[in-house]
């Protein structure tokens, strides 16, 4: 079912046009900061002003960077297992009914 040879052929369509589609971004940003005089902007995302950081010192590099003062992944992991968990749960009972009716 999935050794087909219209799913290379697929594989062949979405490979050459997300290349495609990522190549032309990187130019249209380009073109934009051309536009609005922007030199050597290496990253696109900028710090939000709720962001809450401490400094400190990086071991190996030397250099100074912000770390966050909530525990991001702890957070993350609360609020995730149990999300995950509930969307399996609803999968398995969605699985369990359509097999008994």
């Known amino acids: 079912m ?3 040879t219209e799913n290379f052929f697929y594989a062949i369509i979405i490979l050459i046009w997300s290349t495609y589609l990522v190549e032309s971004w990187k130019r249209k940003q380009n073109v934009i900061g051309n536009q609005w ?4 902007f290496k990253d696109s995302t900028t710090e939000s ?3 809450k950081a401490s400094s400190q010192v990086d071991s ?5 960077e912000k770390v966050s ?5 702890m957070y993350a992991l609360c609020i995730g297992l149990p999300v ?3 969307f399996m749960l609803l999968v398995c ?3 369990a009914a359509r097999t008994y009716i």
């Open 2 to 4: 999935l050794n087909t």
């Open 37 to 40: 005089l922007v030199r050597d």
């Open 49 to 51: 002003k709720e962001f």
């Open 60 to 64: 190996t590099t030397k250099e100074i």
């Open 69 to 73: 003062v909530r525990n991001s992944y």
């Open 84 to 86: 995950t968990g509930l």
């Open 93 to 95: 009972l969605s699985q």
